[in-house]
Every structure is written in C-alpha cells, then in structure tokens.
C-alpha cells in the first residue's frame, strides 16, 4: 500500500498541527496504522498506534495527552492531532501500515510513507 503524509510545517510551541496519511489503496481499512518520527541525530521512535477497526490505540509516553490518533477507512486516511507542541516535538513524521501487528516498534510494519516534517519553534 502506498502512504502519503501531509500536514508538517512550522510551528511555536504550544500550538498545533494536525498530520494526515492517505493511503492510495481501497484495502486501507484492513491496515494496522501507525505513526513515527524520526529527530535530527536519533533513532526513529514509535508515537501512535491505530487498529484497522478503531478500537484500539497505542501512544508513547511522551505524547500521551497531547496527541490522538484517528482514522476515517471512507477516506482511506489516517490523522495525527496534535496539540501543546513544544520544541521537542520536532521531527520528521512518518505514517506507516501493516495487515497483522499494531506494532510500536518499526520493524513491525511493512509500509511506510515519505515523511512530513514537523518544526516547532521555542
């Protein structure tokens, strides 16, 4: 499945921005969706976390209360809302899809898209 994130840009800190992930494929509500960033200098590391039927949500520690995970299979489209950005925050964000795991680890997705970057200034 091909993934195409949307929605990076640049922000002060303690505001928001809302990433999206379309998927260009009709069979996207049977994917496991997730999303990653990936800071200057560090290691990709797991954000969030959405099961194919919305049932289930996985966030990271550091973004828990600050950023929700949805997703609209009618439109083939992930989401990322994310609020009180602080510097930290800042990153390339990569959207990424699997059929069998809800993973948050990135070896465990077999589709991934470009990357979106996220810039919040202090």
């Known amino acids: 499945v091909q993934l195409q994130a949307s929605g990076g840009g640049l922000v002060q800190a303690g505001g928001s921005l809302r990433l999206s992930c379309e998927a260009a494929?009709?069979?996207?509500?049977?994917?496991?969706m997730g999303w990653f960033r990936q800071a200057p200098g560090k290691e990709r590391e797991f954000v969030a976390a959405?099961?194919?039927?919305?049932?289930?949500?996985y966030y990271a520690d550091s973004v828990k209360g600050r950023f929700t995970i949805s997703r609209d299979n009618g439109k083939n489209t992930v989401y990322l809302q994310m609020n009180s950005l602080n510097p930290e925050d800042t990153a390339v964000y990569y959207c990424?899809?699997?059929?069998?795991?809800?993973?948050?680890?990135?070896?465990?997705?077999?589709?991934w898209g470009q990357g979106t970057q996220v810039t919040v200034s202090s």
């Open positions: 990424a899809a699997d059929r069998l795991r809800i993973g948050t680890r990135d070896f465990e997705y077999d589709y």
């Open positions: 494929r009709q069979t996207f509500t049977m994917y496991n």
């Open positions: 959405i099961s194919w039927h919305r049932s289930i949500t």
